[in-house]
């Protein structure tokens, strides 16, 4: 006997075995923990630029500018 002689000899069976997989992945499906705003961490970007006895505006001028 194979395996597939199984499942066309028993049609009520096989009928019930494939409600219980269907039920049990709606019950799986619905249960699944789905958030609708998940919680995104967004990326930021930090520059740094120094120049040592420039004052403010040099350093908005020359630096700043460039970058």
């Known amino acids: 006997m194979k395996f597939t002689d199984l499942f066309i000899q028993r049609p009520?069976?096989?009928?019930l075995i494939m409600t219980?997989?269907?039920?049990?992945?709606l019950l799986s499906y619905f249960s699944l923990p789905v958030s609708n705003l998940p919680a995104v961490e967004y990326p930021t970007i930090n520059v740094s630029a120094s120049l040592p006895g420039a004052n403010p505006d040099v350093?908005?001028?020359s630096v700043?500018?460039?970058l």
């Open 12 to 15: 009520i069976t096989t009928t």
């Open 20 to 25: 219980g997989i269907l039920i049990f992945g």
């Open 59 to 61: 350093m908005a001028s």
């Open 64 to 66: 700043a500018a460039a």
